[in-house]
Nanobody
Framework: QVQLAESGGGLVQPGGSLRLSCAASGSIVNIAAMGWYRQAPGKERELVAF???????THVDSLKGRFTISRDSAKNTVFLQMNSLKIEDTAVYYCNARGPPGYGIDYWGKGTLVTVSS
């Protein structure tokens, strides 16, 4: 089992910044990549960004330039730096950890709420 602990959510004004963290613990040896999804009220969960064990990142095109994923491998932690936040970025942000394709390894954090409001 893998446990994912998210932190860093909160209330921020439009144009502000937040940094989310997700620390993985447990049986992480089979984790190949970690990343972030988000789910806004009334909408489906959507991919935000991913980073694999080689450091290769994937960012959703619509968020490039504002959101950046990074990691601290020594601490098994990934970060999501969110800048120039907009009201429409309000959502619950979920950390995800997954194994190589076909392994069926997929873990989720409980989510952290980000509210962008004036």
């Amino acid at each position: 089992q893998v446990q994912l602990a998210e932190s860093g959510g909160g209330l921020v004004q439009p144009g502000g910044s937040l940094r989310l963290s997700c620390a993985a613990s447990g049986s992480i040896v089979n984790i190949a990549a970690m990343g972030w999804y988000r789910q806004a009220p009334g909408k489906e969960r959507e991919l935000v960004a991913f980073i694999d064990n080689g450091g290769t990142t994937t960012h959703v095109d619509s968020l490039k330039g504002r959101f950046t994923i990074s990691r601290d491998s020594a601490k098994n932690t990934v970060f999501l730096q969110m800048n120039s936040l907009k009201i429409e970025d309000t959502a619950v942000y979920y950390c995800n950890a997954r194994g190589p394709p076909g392994y069926g390894i997929d873990y989720w954090g409980k989510g952290t709420l980000v509210t962008v409001s004036s």
